[in-house]
Each structure stands twice: as structure tokens, then as C-alpha cells.
């Protein structure tokens, strides 16, 4: 190696890397966005060469774009459900002795291990009509007969804000052990209560763990595929299990492959405007 | 504004004990420099006064009232922090307001209050800058102005120039004892900058192993420390190690005799300044023969270095006259202490 020239080398460091990543990530995903560019066999009135024919059909035909308008809000409300459980938990990870953080991380990390099939399986059985959680209604008096809770958007919002935890405490905790302790007790000097410290300067501080970890959340929940599927119903259907019946089921390439071109493109819009949003609010940050 | 008074307060940390009963009696508005050797306690005992290290025994009392009991918020004191802890996410009128926003004041008042320190302070013209865009020494000054707005008890001053270069440290110096002149408020500073205890508190307090091993003005304690541990530890110091004769004469390594009443007769140690070391080029009465190593120049004057008898280190002063001819490294000189400035210790138990 010789006289190679740093920039070389470095690029002969991250080749296999990049091959990887186009022959597995770009080389589908123009195939996709090609194929959404197309008409299908079955299509009313097939035509040649390259048009935006289907995301005419995505944006109108009412179950798609229902489909699209619902996975927004699902992802919205996991991912602000998410941050409000996972931010009292990062601060207690933060706070707790070294034996407790270490275990309730391991902890963490076993779920993240876990199949997302079983865990699914665990909210069906806890929310079932005859499950753990409608006995107890029934038995404090709450609910006079049980409550249909599975099969809908609100059980899927539990489970996707169950799966999502992860991905939002350690981004969070991660920033929280980078605020020095002298701001808390620069608060608590300066008269602020152990609240108001907390608030007042813990908060505003850990914005990039939050930011970071709402970010990771609302891209998973865009794309959750298992999770509605196993405990929604096909009225509350996200846009990927309906891009799936048209490649399963319908058997339209490329239909199927415009919904996921356009569930990407708007998932990127709204992280973009979210992203130019937090840093004009926090433009100040050193 | 008010008196601190710790006495014997002990702190434990980790199984560890760290401060062994540090007394320490700071009069209403005066200024007291902690001065030690790194880890020997000084932010742990400004922590404690601050409420942030719990103490296992002993007693902090402001204005003769106990405060251990009081969890730091409501301890009323003025704290600036080695890393000035600025809030980034405040502007410096913000950061400077905070505290009396805590305190439920009302705009007006919180504005005028933050203009007037920003004054004090020098920063009117930056109040609506970010914490980001400031200098170091403009940070620090912010972080006095905070501490100081509140109107706090005790100012607590952890290391506060320790962040910045020499020429700004000097500067602030003189900026910290015109504001302290200014406001009067009862101050504690820590530092393990000798020069800025010196320079800046009305009385310094040496700290050894978590232990206050002397309280005095500065000029006192430079001048006739009680004990050599702090003799050693302030400035550059000869201790000679001279026995008392019977008939009341000091006798120094080397034979030659100077005359000293009222000590028991004995091994001491004998502590004296470099500049009270007269160099002369033959040998005098009370002299003591060593050869030169090392000749430093530091300015406003140079050290002479040089090995006494038995391999006994010696320095003293070169006047910048002196300094024209130097003695030639590995010449022989003769040393000979003023025996005006001489302090004599006991000679630590073998
Ligand atoms: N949380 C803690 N647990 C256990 N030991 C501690 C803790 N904090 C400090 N110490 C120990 O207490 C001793 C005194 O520390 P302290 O920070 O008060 O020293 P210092 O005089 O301020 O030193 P420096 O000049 O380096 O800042 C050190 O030996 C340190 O290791
Ligand atoms: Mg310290």
C-alpha cells in the first residue's frame, strides 16, 4: 500500500461496506421506485413506459390514503406515548445505583432480543375479553362486562409504544449522562426545587436523546408491518399491511410499490420538518 | 450577607472519610481563600456548606442559625462552579435572572435587578447573547453576576479562574476583588493557585488530607507559617535541618555557627525564604558552602539552586544586579540565612 493516498485508502476501508449497502438497500430500492413508476397487467388501462399513474391512485383511492392518513397518526401517538414512559425511566436509569442500572439495562436489552411475535402474542392474551387486564376492570367495578380492547388502534398503539421503549430510553439515557450534575445543583443553588431543577434544566438539556430517540420511534412505527396486523383489524389496517395485500394478495408490483415509495417520502418529509423545526428552537445550543 | 461558621464538620464519601473535623470561622463579609494540595477536600467542603454533600458530624451555621438541615435551594447561597454551569439554553440576562425567577419576583424587578448586575459585572452589552458565544472570562463573569444577583449569604467560588490563561487569571483577579470590595459579601474562595489566595482573601486557610492545618492573613502566614508542612507548601522554602548547642547557638549543616536564643537545645529544622538567602562568594560568618545546579530566570528574578552538604537542597534569590555575573553552574557558593527571617520547627519525630 505504499504511496495509496489517505483518501484511497479510506475508500478501500469502507468498500465492502458500500457494497453491501447498494447491493442490499439502493439496488431494491430503485428497483421499487422503478417498478412504482410502471402500470400492472391488471391495471384498467395499461400503459407503456414510466408514469406517476399509481401515486394518482394512492393519493385518491380512499382505502390507500385512509391507510396513509392513519399510519401518520398511529405513529404520532405511539411516538408521543413512547417519550412520555420512557423519560421517567431514562431519568430513573440516570439516577439509580450502578447494580439497578445495570440490571434494568440488561433487562432492556433481553427484550430487544425477544421476538416481536411473542411479545405481540403477550398484549393479545393481556387484553383479550377474558384476559388479565379486563378481570381487573370487572373486579375493581370499573367496567360492568369486558371491554373489547383488542383488534383495534388502541391496542396496537400499546403494543407499538411496548416495542418502541427501547429505542427511545437509551437515546434519552445517553444524553442525560452527558449533562454535567453541576447545571442540576447550579438550579438547585439558585433556589430551584428539585422539580423545577429537574425541569428547568434536565429537560431542556437532553432534547438531542429526545429528539434522537422520537425520531428512531416515529421511523418505526411508520414502517410496523407485524404489529397491526396482529393486533389491529383490518379496519385500522397501516399502510405496509396494505402495500402487502397488493403484493400478496393482489398481486400489483406496482401499486403495492408506490404506497411504500410514498409512505417513505412522507416519513422523510415529516422527520425533515421536524428536524429543521428542534433546530431552530434550539439553535442556541452550544 | 452574614457569618459562617463550620465546626468540626466530618464527611464520609463512599466509606471514605474525607474532610477529619475542618473548624473554619468566616467573619460577616470578609473573603477566605481554601488553599490545598489537589484532593485534599477543598469542593468537598464547599459542597458541604452548600448542601450537596451530606455531613456525617459537626456543624455549618450562617448567621449563627444551622443549615444542615436545609436542603440546598433554600440555603440562600451564591455558588460559581468550576465549569460555570451556564444554562445554554438561557440567554445571559436569563441565565442571570433565574434565581430571582425562582424566587417569584416580578418582571420589573427581575429586570432591573439583572441590569444592575450585568453592571457590576461590566456585561451590559451582552445581555441577549447565548452562553455559546461568549468568551471564558466573559462566561465566568456571567456566572458571578448569577450567583451574585440573589443577593445570597455566602459566596462559594470553586477554583473560579481556574479555567482561564495567565494574563486573563490576572485580570480577573483584580476584577474579583473590585466587585468583592463593591458588593461586601461574605466569600469563600478555593483555589490551589497559591498566588490567587494571596492576592485575594483577607485570610487564607491551608488544607492538607481533608484537615484546615492554618488560618491566617496572608502576609502573616507567608512570612512565619506555624508549621513546616505549610512553609513547604506556600512559596519556595529552604528547611535546613540545625541542631540548638547547649550554649544557645544554631548550628548549621557544615560546622558554621549562628547565634539564636530561646530554643530548647535539640535537632529543628530551620525554615527560611530563598530571598532572605544572601549569596556570597567566600565564606562568612553563618554561611553554608553548597554548589551551584541550576541558575532559573523568572522574570522579576532568578533562583539559584545549588547542593549544601550531605546532598541538602538550598535556593535563594538573585537580584537582577546579581544576575549581570552569575555564579557559573558548578561553583561553589556560600549561602548564608538571614537569621531575622529564620523560623525555627521541630524536627519531625524520625
Ligand atoms: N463522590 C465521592 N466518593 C468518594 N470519594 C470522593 C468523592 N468525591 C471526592 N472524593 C474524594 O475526596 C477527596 C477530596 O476531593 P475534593 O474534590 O474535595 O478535592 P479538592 O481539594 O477539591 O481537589 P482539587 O484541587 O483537585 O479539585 C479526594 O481524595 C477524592 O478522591
Ligand atoms: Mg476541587
Keep these: 500500500m505504499q504511496g495509496a493516498s489517505p483518501r484511497l485508502t479510506g475508500f478501500l476501508l469502507l468498500a465492502p461496506a458500500l457494497v453491501f449497502l447498494i447491493a442490499f438497500y439502493l439496488v431494491p430500492l430503485g428497483t421499487m421506485v422503478e417498478e412504482s413508476l410502471r402500470s400492472a397487467p391488471n391495471d384498467m388501462d395499461p400503459r407503456a413506459g414510466l408514469h406517476l399513474f399509481q401515486y394518482d391512485r394512492v393519493w385518491n383511492s380512499g382505502r390507500s390514503w385512509r391507510a396513509l392518513e392513519r399510519t401518520v397518526r398511529i405513529s404520532a401517538i405511539s411516538t408521543l406515548l413512547t417519550l412520555l414512559v420512557a423519560y421517567p425511566i431514562a431519568l430513573f436509569l440516570f439516577q439509580v445505583r450502578a447494580f439497578w442500572r445495570t440490571a434494568i439495562l440488561i433487562t432492556i436489552f433481553v427484550s430487544l432480543a425477544s421476538s416481536l411475535i411473542v411479545r405481540n402474542y403477550g398484549w393479545l392474551v393481556t387484553l383479550a375479553d377474558a384476559g388479565p387486564v379486563n378481570q381487573l376492570l370487572l373486579a375493581l367495578g370499573i367496567a360492568d362486562e369486558p371491554l373489547r380492547m383488542v383488534y383495534s388502534e388502541g391496542a396496537t398503539i400499546v403494543a407499538l409504544v411496548h416495542y418502541a421503549l427501547p429505542f427511545m430510553i437509551l437515546p434519552i439515557y445517553g444524553a442525560l449522562t452527558r449533562i454535567p450534575p453541576s447545571f442540576v445543583e447550579a438550579a438547585q443553588s439558585l433556589g430551584a426545587g428539585p422539580w423545577r431543577a429537574l425541569f428547568g434544566t434536565v429537560l431542556p438539556l437532553s432534547m438531542p436523546g429526545i429528539f434522537g430517540g422520537t425520531t428512531l420511534t416515529f421511523a418505526i412505527c411508520m414502517s410496523a408491518f407485524v404489529t397491526p396486523l396482529m393486533l389491529g383489524s383490518p379496519a385500522t389496517a397501516m399502510i405496509s399491511q396494505v402495500a402487502a395485500e397488493q403484493f400478496l394478495v393482489q398481486l400489483n408490483f406496482p401499486f403495492g410499490s408506490a404506497m411504500i415509495v410514498a409512505l417513505t417520502l412522507v416519513t422523510f418529509a415529516i422527520l425533515l420538518a421536524y428536524t429543521l423545526l428542534i433546530r431552530a428552537v434550539f439553535r442556541h445550543h452550544a | ?350
Design chain 2, 1 to 350: 450577607m452574614a457569618r459562617l461558621e463550620l465546626d468540626r464538620v466530618e464527611v464520609t464519601l463512599g466509606g471514605n472519610r474525607i474532610l477529619h473535623g475542618v473548624s473554619l470561622d468566616v467573619a460577616d463579609g470578609e473573603c477566605v481563600a481554601l488553599l490545598g494540595p489537589s484532593g485534599c477536600g477543598k469542593t468537598t467542603t464547599l459542597r458541604a456548606i452548600a448542601g450537596f454533600t451530606p455531613v456525617s458530624a459537626g456543624e455549618i451555621r450562617i448567621a449563627g442559625r444551622s443549615v444542615l438541615g436545609l436542603p440546598p435551594h433554600k440555603r440562600n447561597l451564591g455558588l460559581v462552579f468550576q465549569d460555570y454551569a451556564l444554562f445554554p439554553h438561557m440567554t445571559v440576562a436569563q441565565n442571570i435572572g433565574y434565581g430571582l425567577r425562582m424566587r417569584g419576583e416580578d418582571r420589573a424587578s427581575i429586570a432591573k435587578q439583572v441590569a444592575e448586575a450585568l453592571a457590576l459585572v461590566r456585561l451590559s452589552d451582552m445581555a441577549e447573547r447565548y452562553p455559546a458565544r461568549l468568551s471564558g472570562g466573559q462566561r465566568q463573569r456571567v456566572a458571578l453576576a448569577r450567583a451574585l444577583v440573589i443577593k445570597p449569604d455566602i459566596l462559594l467560588l470553586d477554583e473560579p479562574l481556574g479555567a482561564l490563561d495567565r494574563k486573563l487569571r490576572d485580570a480577573m483577579q483584580v476584577e474579583l476583588k473590585r466587585i468583592h470590595r463593591e458588593v461586601g459579601v461574605t466569600t469563600i474562595i478555593v483555589t490551589h493557585d497559591q498566588e490567587e489566595a494571596l492576592s485575594l482573601a483577607d485570610r487564607v486557610a491551608v488544607m492538607f488530607a481533608g484537615d484546615i492545618r492554618e488560618v491566617e492573613r496572608p502576609a502573616t502566614l507567608y512570612a512565619r507559617p506555624k508549621s513546616r508542612a505549610v512553609m513547604d507548601f506556600l512559596g519556595e522554602a529552604n528547611l535546613i535541618p540545625a541542631e540548638v548547642t547547649a550554649d544557645g547557638a544554631l548550628r548549621l549543616p557544615g560546622g558554621a555557627e549562628i547565634p539564636h536564643g530561646g530554643a530548647k537545645p535539640g535537632l529543628v529544622r530551620l525554615g527560611i525564604r530563598p530571598e532572605h538567602m544572601a549569596i556570597l562568594p567566600a565564606p562568612g560568618p553563618g554561611s553554608i558552602a553548597a554548589c551551584v545546579t541550576e541558575i532559573v530566570f523568572k522574570g522579576a528574578h532568578a533562583s539559584l539552586y545549588a547542593e549544601g552538604p550531605a546532598g541538602l537542597a538550598l535556593s535563594a534569590s538573585l537580584s537582577p544586579a546579581a544576575l549581570e555575573a552569575p555564579p557559573a553552574i558548578g561553583e561553589t557558593v556560600h549561602l548564608r540565612p538571614d537569621p531575622a527571617h529564620l523560623i525555627l520547627f521541630e524536627e519531625d519525630p524520625a
